[in-house]
């Protein structure tokens, strides 16, 4: 069942869960949707934080927000200083430097976002209009199948041109916690001696078959874990608080390109990152599905 005031609720039997919109000033996180929060009905557990670092307020991620082209937005390498470039999922930028990042403010022309409720599901959708020959019409849906958070993308490729894009989503997770110490992660990429830790020896613990954090950073949030995406099929992780015997789980119905860890004192992050390719008049589709629970099934 939907709520039908300024927060967006789908609910299960034993979940409630918060879908917001991003302020138009965002710059960097789709304006299609976001996962505010995830409440359990009978505890008032939750399990989703926010970005604790202090980004420029148009920045700034909270709970499970995806974003697309975190480091090259499609038509920014060719365009030049003072022409706009597209930012899937958000709209168009004005290009100032010669390298894009997500930290900096640009001028900023948002998407106009349609939205459509009903008892069972919230739908996003929007489109860009033909820039230098790229353009999209770009769908997102969310709701409940069971005690799984469904989110479906759709992407159609109106423009003239090959859409070559990354997309991820940025998971902050905290459940039924105040900090992330003894957080542990199982992924179905195998053991963690596969794993290669970039940094943050002391913080997280290769222990057989998991992940996990021995101690919570105490300054800059730190990427610490990278895998290349190998196998076929869509992929799965978990995350676990063992001290409060509560469990996320992440799958999906693609290979990811990569898969990272980012870590801080107030969230567990696992990112999963799509790459894909849309020929014109193409389209592509892709899910997410995310499972809550205080026993994993």
Same mark, same amino acid.
């Given at each position: 069942?939907?709520?039908?005031?300024?927060?967006?609720?789908?609910?299960?039997?034993?979940?409630?869960?918060?879908?917001?919109?991003?302020?138009?000033?965002?710059?960097?996180?789709?304006? /299609?949707?976001?996962?505010?929060?995830?409440?359990?009905?009978?505890? *008032?557990?939750?399990?989703?934080?926010?970005?604790?670092?202090?980004?420029?307020?148009?920045?700034?991620?909270?709970?499970?927000?995806?974003?697309?082209?975190?480091?090259?937005?499609?038509?920014?390498?060719?365009?030049?200083?003072?022409?706009?470039?597209?930012?899937?999922?958000?709209?168009? /930028?004005?290009?100032?430097?010669?390298?894009?990042?997500?930290?900096?403010?640009?001028?900023?022309?948002?998407?106009?976002?349609?939205?459509?409720?009903?008892?069972?599901?919230?739908?996003?959708?929007?489109?860009?209009?033909?820039?230098?020959?790229?353009?999209?019409?770009?769908?997102?849906?969310?709701?409940?199948?069971?005690?799984?958070?469904?989110?479906?993308? *759709?992407?159609?490729?109106?423009?003239?041109?090959?859409?070559?894009?990354?997309?991820?989503?940025?998971?902050?997770?905290?459940?039924?916690?105040?900090?992330?110490?003894?957080?542990?992660?199982?992924?179905?990429?195998?053991?963690?001696?596969?794993?290669?830790?970039?940094?943050?020896?002391?913080?997280?613990?290769?222990?057989?078959?998991?992940?996990?954090?021995?101690?919570?950073?105490?300054?800059?949030?730190?990427?610490?874990?990278?895998?290349?995406?190998?196998?076929?099929?869509?992929?799965?992780?978990?995350?676990?608080?063992?001290?409060?015997?509560?469990?996320?789980?992440?799958?999906?119905?693609?290979?990811?390109?990569?898969?990272?860890?980012?870590?801080?004192?107030?969230?567990?992050?696992?990112?999963?990152?799509?790459?894909? *390719?849309?020929?014109?008049?193409?389209?592509?589709?892709?899910?997410?599905?995310?499972?809550?629970?205080?026993?994993?099934?």
């Amino acid at each position: 069942m939907v709520g039908r005031e300024s927060k967006r609720i789908l609910e299960s039997k034993k979940l409630l869960v918060e879908i917001g919109r991003m302020g138009m000033l965002n710059q960097r996180f789709d304006h /299609l949707g976001y996962v505010h929060q995830i409440w359990e009905k009978n505890s *008032k557990i939750s399990y989703l934080s926010e970005e604790p670092r202090p980004f420029p307020e148009e920045n700034k991620g909270i709970g499970i927000c995806e974003e697309f082209c975190a480091s090259r937005p499609i038509g920014f390498d060719e365009a030049q200083e003072g022409d706009w470039f597209i930012k899937p999922g958000c709209g168009i /930028l004005k290009k100032k430097g010669g390298k894009y990042s997500f930290e900096n403010v640009y001028e900023f022309k948002p998407l106009e976002i349609q939205e459509k409720i009903t008892e069972e599901e919230i739908c996003f959708q929007t489109v860009q209009e033909e820039l230098r020959g790229y353009g999209y019409v770009y769908e997102k849906k969310f709701f409940m199948a069971g005690e799984s958070l469904c989110i479906q993308h *759709k992407m159609e490729n109106t423009g003239t041109r090959v859409l070559d894009w990354q997309s991820y989503a940025h998971n902050f997770f905290l459940p039924g916690a105040e900090d992330c110490r003894g957080f542990r992660l199982h992924s179905s990429y195998g053991k963690t001696g596969d794993w290669e830790l970039l940094s943050g020896d002391d913080i997280l613990k290769k222990n057989g078959e998991f992940l996990e954090v021995a101690a919570v950073p105490q300054k800059a949030p730190l990427y610490i874990l990278r895998t290349e995406a190998h196998g076929k099929g869509g992929y799965q992780y978990m995350l676990m608080n063992p001290e409060k015997k509560r469990f996320v789980t992440e799958e999906g119905d693609f290979v990811p390109e990569k898969f990272k860890v980012w870590i801080s004192r107030n969230c567990f992050c696992p990112e999963i990152f799509l790459q894909a *390719k849309i020929e014109p008049g193409e389209t592509f589709s892709w899910e997410r599905r995310y499972s809550f629970s205080d026993a994993h099934v």
